[in-house]
């Protein structure tokens, strides 16, 4: 992985490193990388469905999401991976209407065992099929009413455990049990993320790299409180949406000193959106960060064919040339664009290939990089009070 910028933050940052080292006696998230994935390999390897629907939302689907929309295109997948995650009456019914239930294996994930959207969906998919141990896992944490619901039926649960945020959880048996049922090398992620880990711990690049920019981005948060994260890659647009809940839920806090703190995520993907927010970017008002995300290896080699097109002779410059080329082109120009206004910062990010290791490696920077503006910010990374009470009026509306 390749990384360029323009930052130039002032804050020192060796009290950080050694609350985060600290951390990670209580995070779980961060020792993920460590783990035996034995158990998952072997569950995976016994399941016999062509479709796997995974039942969760949030930290329970996104990150998994990012995942496999990364990388099913360059994989041959021996299974198909769907997301149940909202309760809008259309889309459960939408998306159930092309899979074979009688050749589905269901997913329940609930870090909590009561998510009331996910507890939803699961009651109507039993009115549908016959469920029970041969087509459903569980996995939540091991106190949950979920999981007594799960041993009381017999059926196969993993643990999400109880120091692993929902939103930090991509890494545990949340991700690598649905991904190495389809065929995706959980190994292969996990050493993608050790790399990253092994980096930033022993203070090499990737802690450069992440204490810098976290560094300027807690300095300039009340100029800059905008981070666009510009993919350019139709591949990564489950990234950006795991980007948007990992920062927004993250850092969004009210902080030591009863201050409110934030910095908004915006996610995009280019070049599809340089023919809207860029013109709010380059023109608007200077609040905003940007991080180009750029993919070096796209391995494939798809074409503009030399098709010669009456009246548009002037364009012929784009015959032969692979579009994989075309869009780091069209990265590379909108990151020379932003730098030549010089008050706009600007990141690059360029991932090496389309692979495990690649995604997990970026992912784990992202875990890693909120986990450090948290501390800069003087909050608490890992709850989300802000949430919770809307979900307690949600309930008492249901019940009353």
């Known amino acids: 992985m390749k990384y360029t910028n323009n930052y130039k933050p002032t804050l020192s940052d060796e009290s950080i490193l050694q609350v985060i080292i600290q951390e990670r006696e209580s995070v779980g998230y961060y020792n993920l990388v460590h783990q035996d994935t034995t158990q998952f390999k072997e569950y995976a390897n016994g399941v016999q469905q062509k479709s796997i629907v995974v039942i969760g939302i949030g930290g329970s689907t996104l990150g998994t999401y990012a995942i496999y929309k990364y990388l099913k295109h360059s994989k041959i997948l021996k299974k198909r991976l769907f997301f149940l995650e909202t309760t809008d009456p259309i889309d459960i019914e939408s998306k ?45 944490e091991f106190d949950s009413k979920l999981n007594s619901y799960a041993k009381v039926n017999g059926m196969k649960t993993f643990e999400i455990p109880k120091d692993v945020g929902g939103r930090f ?32 711990f022993s203070q090499g690049k990737d802690y450069k790299n992440i204490m810098r920019k976290a560094r300027f981005f807690v300095e300039s948060k009340n100029s800059f409180n ?33 201050s409110r703190q934030g910095l908004t995520p915006v996610g995009l993907i280019g070049p599809i959106d340089q023919h809207s927010f860029l013109q709010l970017i380059v023109e608007g008002k200077r609040d905003k960060t940007v991080t180009i995300i750029k993919v070096n290896d796209f391995a494939n080699d798809l074409k503009i064919p030399a098709v010669e097109l009456e009246g548009l002779e002037e364009l012929n410059y784009l015959n032969n040339r692979e579009f994989s080329s075309l869009i780091n082109m069209q990265a590379d120009a909108t990151v020379e664009a932003i730098n030549n206004l010089d ?21 784990y920077e992202y875990e890693l990089l909120t986990s450090v503006c948290g501390q800069f910010l003087s909050i608490n990374t890992y709850n989300q009070p802000g949430v919770e009470s809307g979900k307690i009026i949600l309930k008492n509306k249901l019940k009353g």
């Open 96 to 140: 159930l209407d092309g899979i074979d239930l009688d050749d589905t294996l269901f997913i329940v994930i609930s870090k909590s065992g009561t998510t009331v959207e996910t507890i939803s969906i699961f009651k109507y998919i039993h009115s549908l099929i016959k469920i029970n141990a041969n087509n459903c896992v569980v996995i939540t």
């Open 169 to 200: 959880s991509v890494f545990s048996a949340v991700g690598l049990v649905p991904l190495a049922i389809v065929g995706i090398d959980i190994d292969a992620l996990l050493k993608g993320a050790k790399e990253v880990y092994s980096s930033f």
């Open 226 to 258: 905008i981070n666009v994260v510009f993919s350019y890659s139709s591949r990564l647009e489950g990234f950006n949406k795991w980007y948007v809940q990992l920062w927004g839920e993250s850092l969004g806090k009210i902080d030591i000193n009863a």
């Open 343 to 363: 008050d706009i910062p600007c990141d690059v990010i360029t991932i090496d290939d389309v692979s495990e290791s690649a995604i997990a490696s970026l992912m």
